[in-house]
């Protein structure tokens, strides 16, 4: 989400003792002699662990919780890495010393660090469809229930997670060793994990941090909680309540029609802490113009019908934005792709180059263990290290896993797609081949900048199966969405398995222990990803019904809207837009292609934080509540005086403080949303809601 420069490499220093056996103190001081990986100045007998691993897949699951939560809110997600990777040390380094061997004690390095992080970051990150694509067929009418269809919805959910697994492998080669793309949060995440485990006072530093993260997300948790019963915890009508008492009653409608009210919403806190300015203050002042100015002045002149809905007795704000904030958001993240032409083309051609080498090995594999010929090609084409490598071939992942897996996975898919959801098996093919194809550009965009372009890559594979034919407009409709969210899981899962095996090549892990702690966590985190769905779905029916006004929903579905009115445009389905709208689109349009341009080709890269974000004044339009940005805005100026008091503070606990809000009050949505289906009675103190009436409670 964050567009973060990618800074220059580090060379991290280690001393180590020399000994000839492998006996090794709890607290041993590890520093680098020189920039050789860790992997090659200490040893571990383990890296996979069962204990790394169910502990990384478990922190990944609370993610995947708040990633749900965030999504169907404003369409953001947030990786599991860095909170993988502190979290999953606070607790096993602690019990590695008290436990005995037998029940999971013993001694745990950053090498088993990086598995249960690597499990982490594979658990967190199944959201992705649930989010955008998913929803959006229901808002369509294209599926019946979550829960009628949760056995489609699984098998789905576990192609998407195994071909991105099997399919990331052999892009290791080109994108981690030969090209040694940055990846600045798995690069940051690997400098965490050695500076956890290079003496005492870095195990020191990573339980303060853990301790900070566990604070905020014990106080999120607990105070979202508490809002079920007592909404003054999750909202004050600061703004109805003093028009109500001067007699002001525009006041009164800012805060009862437009949204202008305070929440305590602390994911939004968090994202405000870690997201650059030019995004935050651009998502804000966008929204005052937006739903502050321009909207209410509209509607006072009798120009528009109010703020929200989607009725066909005229145009509210909330419909009229609707497509210029598409306009922006999706050609505006569209050209910032595409100016970067250099990228796409090396991305396109190292990731065509790889495959096609890894089809060669897969052939040669063939031969020699199912036709019995060509012995002597097996050791150089299936288990010969690569040259830049510093792996043994034992620490590598084999050609038959990924490649059996892979085929496999497409098969799977391919039956998948034509059993529950009727595409053809070619267009299944086709699907599986652009969301391959998209995925390197997602794993070099990632590499370089920090930004893995999901929605764009989403967008894309629409548009691209634009053409492909169907018996209805309909199943077009379906084919539609469902290649986007292929091509969207594809470039999630392949981003994350490629950054980990990043975050693994700069600490020395193995990149076998780290596939099999990705599988693992695959398994846990199907079932939570679509179980996470049906229960919002369930306790909260506005997610999925047919009804595009989000005015009284929990989730403002942003992403959703824009999947949804993107497929119903490319299959002729749209709903037809008034002079005005077309004409505004077609500005937005323009603006969000010709700025993109301007900031990448004729102004230095100095300056671009100062240039306002096009996507988020994109995602304003589409947002109908402006409590949002308004939140992510005093999480930004919060985090900017705290920087200002007291620097290193922010330094060393900023990202750990914005975990904890963001994982706690996904974690209490859980629980609010099966309070909802279980019937337990909310809103008990409820004189603080706008006109002391309980109906007015969100």
Sequence with gaps: MADKAAAPEEKIEYEVDSKEKE?????????????????????????????????????????AASNTYLGLKIGWTFGASLFGAIFSFAILKPLSRILPLWMGGGYFGPKENVTAQSAATTAGGLSAGFVAGVPALYKLGLMTT??????????????????????????RRHFVINQDLPFPTPRATATTIISLHNSVEGEREAMKKAMWMGIF??????????AHWVPFFETIHILWWIGYSTGYTNMMSADAEWGWY???????????LMTPGSTVITFFVSSIFLYGIIGPTLVTKGVWTGSHGFSSEGESAQKF???????????????????????????????????????????????????????????QAVYHPDIDDTYKPEELVPVYWWGTGTIISIIFTCAIMGEFFHMPVYQSIVAVIIAFLLAFVGIQSSGETDINPTGSIGKMAQLIFAGMPAPSTEQLQKNNLMAGVIAASAASQSVDMVGDLKTGQIVGASPRSQFLAQAVASL????????????????????????????NCEFQLVAVMAWLQVAKLLTGAADPLSKACIIVTAVCAAIGVIVPLIKFLAIPQKYHRYIPSMSAIGIAMINPSPEIPFSMFLGWVGGKIWKRVNFKGYDDFMYSVAGGMIAGQGISALLKAVFTLGGVEGNIFYASCIEGDVANCP
């Design 524 to 551: 846990p985190a199907i079932g939570i990803a679509v179980g996470l769905f049906i229960l919002f779905a369930e306790a909260y029916p506005c997610i999925i019904n047919e009804d595009l006004d989000t005015a």
């Design 262 to 272: 305070f929440t305590f919403d602390w994911p939004f806190f968090g994202a405000g």
């Design 321 to 379: 934005y609707l497509w210029p904030g598409i306009a922006l958001m999706v050609l505006s993240s569209m050209t910032e792709l595409f100016v970067r032409y250099e990228m796409l083309w090396r991305a396109c051609k190292g990731g065509a180059l790889e495959m096609y080498s890894a089809c060669r090995k897969v052939i040669v594999l063939f031969k020699v263990k199912v036709l019995r010929r060509g012995g002597e090609e097996v050791d």
């Design 217 to 226: 997300f014990m106080i999120t948790f607990i105070w979202s909680l508490i």
């Design 23 to 63: 006996q090794y103190d709890l607290d041993q001081q590890v520093e680098m002699k020189d920039d050789r990986p860790l992997g090659q100045e200490f040893v571990e007998e383990w890296q996979f662990t069962w204990r790394a691993s169910v502990i990384g897949s478990i922190l990944g699951c609370l993610v």
């Design 146 to 171: 979550p829960k009628g269809d949760a056995a489609a919805l699984v098998l789905f959910t576990i192609s998407a997670a195994f071909y991105g697994l099997f399919f990331a492998v052999p892009l």
